[in-house]
């Protein structure tokens, strides 16, 4: 493994090395470590604008007389491409990005570059925030609004038609991460970020996926939010 990467990572999420938190063998009663959560605030910056999902308007597909006759009503609005973007509070004007792909970038740059296991690291690696999506702001920490994406999409018969998409330029995050301090340091945590910006990405078209959206960089206004012992 690498020098740089084991030495930022407790040995349990290698493959070839045990749990720091399983028990020793013992003659006397079964002891198991106290399990320590470690809470941070990671602060991102996009370094590419982010996409969310896109919205391609199915009668743009067929000539009027091939139309199906099952067309939605939806398809006919032309606001329906912000309805793709993961809203927070529609009255606020606040978007966020899923928690859950939050997470997966941090596994994925982990297992692929990191040599960690990637099983272990989703179980000790957690983002919660009540929505389940994390804002994303700008650099003041106001709400960042998308503007209105248009790319060629192939549908239906092979006939091209406009893809509407949500695109957040000029974005930051605040990502609220909580860790298992016993297998996880806070070091490998912010390399993961690292390592998961520049490689992994968030949203469609990220490098991950053979793009180049939705990169990011780690900024300078993280907040240690403490630990709790269970």
Same mark, same amino acid.
């Given at each position: 493994?690498?020098?740089?990467?084991?030495?930022?990572?407790?040995?349990?999420?290698?493959?070839?090395?045990?749990?720091?938190?399983?028990?020793?063998?013992?003659?006397?009663?079964? /002891?198991?470590?106290?399990?320590?959560?470690?809470?941070?605030? *990671?602060?991102?910056?996009?370094?590419?604008?982010?996409?969310?999902?896109?919205?391609?308007?199915?009668?743009?597909?067929?000539?009027?007389? /091939?139309?199906?006759?099952?067309?939605? !009503?939806?398809?006919?609005?032309?606001?329906?491409?912000?309805?793709?973007?993961? *809203?927070?509070?529609?009255?606020?004007?606040?978007?966020?990005?899923?928690?859950?792909?939050? $997470?997966?970038?941090?596994? *994925?740059?982990?297992?692929?570059?990191?040599?960690? *296991?990637?099983? $272990?690291?989703?179980?000790?690696?957690?983002?919660?925030?009540?929505?389940?999506? %994390?804002?994303? %702001?700008?650099?003041?920490?106001?709400?960042?609004?998308? @503007?209105?994406?248009?790319?060629?999409?192939? %549908?239906?018969?092979?006939?091209?038609?406009?893809?509407?998409?949500?695109?957040?330029?000029?974005? /930051?995050?605040? %990502?609220?991460?909580?860790?298992?301090?016993?297998?996880?340091?806070?070091? @490998?945590? &912010?390399?993961? @970020?690292?390592?998961?910006?520049?490689?992994?990405?968030?949203?469609?078209?990220?490098?991950?996926?053979?793009?180049? &959206?939705?990169?990011? $960089?780690?900024?300078? !206004?993280?907040?240690?939010?403490?630990? /709790?012992?269970?």
């Amino acid at each position: 493994q690498s020098d740089h990467c084991r030495g930022s990572l407790p040995g349990s999420l290698y493959p070839d090395q045990r749990s720091s938190m399983a028990a020793k063998k013992t003659t006397g009663p079964l /002891e198991i470590p106290p399990i320590v959560m470690r809470s941070l605030e *990671v602060h991102v910056v996009g370094t590419m604008p982010l996409l969310q999902n896109a919205w391609v308007n199915p009668e743009a597909a067929f000539p009027d007389e /091939e139309r199906p006759t099952t067309t939605v !009503k939806s398809a006919r609005d032309p606001e329906e491409w912000i309805k793709r973007a993961h *809203v927070i509070d529609a009255d606020a004007g606040q978007y966020g990005m899923p928690a859950s792909g939050i $997470k997966k970038s941090l596994v *994925v740059a982990g297992g692929r570059f990191a040599d960690a *296991v990637q099983a $272990k690291l989703r179980g000790a690696i957690h983002i919660h925030t009540p929505t389940g999506l %994390v804002p994303l %702001v700008t650099a003041a920490g106001n709400p960042v609004s998308p @503007f209105r994406r248009v790319d060629m999409a192939v %549908v239906g018969r092979g006939q091209a038609c406009p893809a509407r998409r949500p695109q957040f330029d000029d974005w /930051e995050a605040r %990502v609220p991460v909580t860790f298992l301090k016993n297998e996880v340091s806070e070091e @490998f945590i &912010f390399m993961l @970020f690292r390592l998961a910006g520049i490689t992994v990405g968030w949203g469609p078209w990220r490098p991950e996926r053979g793009g180049v &959206f939705g990169t990011f $960089k780690l900024g300078d !206004k993280h907040r240690d939010l403490g630990e /709790e012992r269970l």
